[in-house]
């Protein structure tokens, strides 16, 4: 899990959504965590099948996360919300963009 905590950190620095979503791969927590979200395997497969490059439970739940593209934004939200859909479960998407970074406010 360090090494996968080291690729997240690596991959968000240089911006790079392949090393994000292979970063976000937790082999430990998640699993556990997985079982407590209806239909998670199944939104799962289906954000990367349309192209997330890392989907994960948003700390302990019940939020699910993908990363993507910005141009597979609308694509992985609708796979998400339908698999989401065919597990019975409601839910929402929100698509946001990766922040510019930290910034030094001075008063």
Do not use: W
């Amino acid at each position: 899990t360090v090494g996968r905590a080291a690729t997240l950190a690596v991959g968000m620095c240089r911006r790079d959504a392949d090393l994000v979503g292979a970063g976000m791969d937790d082999r430990v927590v998640t699993p556990a965590r997985a079982e407590l979200i209806n239909g998670y395997h199944e939104v799962r497969k289906a954000a990367l099948d349309a192209g997330a490059t890392g989907v994960t439970v948003s700390g302990a739940g019940p939020s699910v996360l993908g990363v993507c593209q910005a141009a597979d934004r609308t694509r992985v939200a609708g796979a998400m919300l339908e698999a989401f859909d065919e597990a019975d479960v409601d839910a929402r998407a929100y698509k946001t963009r990766v922040g510019r970074g930290a910034e030094v406010f001075e008063s």
